[in-house]
T-cell receptor
Framework: GAVVSQHPSWVICKSGTSVKIECRSL??????MFWYRQFPKQSLMLMATSNEGSKATYEQGVEKDKFLINHASLTLSTLTVTSAHPEDSSFYIC????????????FGPGTRLTVL | GQNIDQPTEMTATEGAIVQINCTYQ??????LFWYQQHAGEAPTFLSY??LDGLEEKGRFSSFLSRSKGYSYLLLKELQMKDSASYLCAVLDSNYQLIWGAGTKLIIKP
């Protein structure tokens, strides 16, 4: 099946610094990529949807200036958490979809962010 | 390599019971999740199993056998709104999520 990777797997940073997380589709071209945040034993919270070459669409309540998303190519999207604070500590998961809404969404393994 | 297998698609009748199986081969095990995802929406958490046995939550139950690398999600009294994709995901030894491709469940009247 299709593979989606994330890098890094985990990251620890100091408060106030910025962290970039990469999401790659390894064997298909992802027209659309999604970024989620997951709290323990809870549903995935959609943060934003990005289409290659265009600006990301952010969900209500998600600060676009704090969570910068770049979908520069059909195989790569990045999420940058700017000026990170301890409350940003979470498990960030990306997913990628090749075609339209009916297509399968493939999920990445997640990136665990801890902000000290 | 790491692998999660679940059927691609299943069909069931409204009011019936359906069991969606998931088998896994991962480097380590720190729990197994089941999510429900309707088209165009984010996955919704259904269950988390880390110990062997059956966990019941209303119409949904989830079973785990770590020795067999096997889990199933049991849905009872099926309703039309249960038509969705069901995702199985395992947390491996590095606390990374390994995802199945999802099972599309179609409910017919």
């Amino acid at each position: 099946g299709a593979v989606v990777s994330q890098h890094p797997s985990w990251v620890i940073c100091k408060s106030g610094t910025s962290v970039k997380i990469e999401c790659r589709s390894l064997d298909f071209q992802a027209t659309t990529m999604f970024w989620y945040r997951q709290f323990p034993k809870q549903s995935l919270m959609l943060m934003a949807t990005s289409n290659e070459g265009s600006k990301a669409t952010y969900e209500q309540g998600v600060e676009k200036d704090k969570f910068l998303i770049n979908h520069a190519s059909l195989t790569l999207s990045t999420l940058t958490v700017t000026s990170a604070h301890p409350e940003d500590s979470s498990f960030y998961i990306c997913s990628a979809r090749e075609g339209g809404e009916a297509d399968t969404q493939y999920f990445g393994p997640g990136t665990r962010l801890t902000v000290l | 390599g790491q692998n999660i297998d679940q059927p691609t698609e299943m069909t069931a009748t409204e009011g019936a019971i359906v069991q969606i199986n998931c088998t896994y081969q991962t480097s380590g095990f720190n729990g197994l999740f089941w999510y429900q995802q309707h088209a165009g929406e984010a996955p919704t958490f259904l269950s988390y199993n880390v110990l062997d046995g059956l966990e019941e939550k209303g119409r949904f139950s989830s079973f785990l056998s770590r020795s067999k690398g096997y889990s199933y999600l049991l849905l009872k009294e099926l309703q039309m709104k249960d038509s969705a994709s069901y995702l199985c995901a395992v947390l491996d030894s590095n606390y990374q999520l390994i995802w199945g491709a999802g099972t599309k469940l179609i409910i017919k009247p």
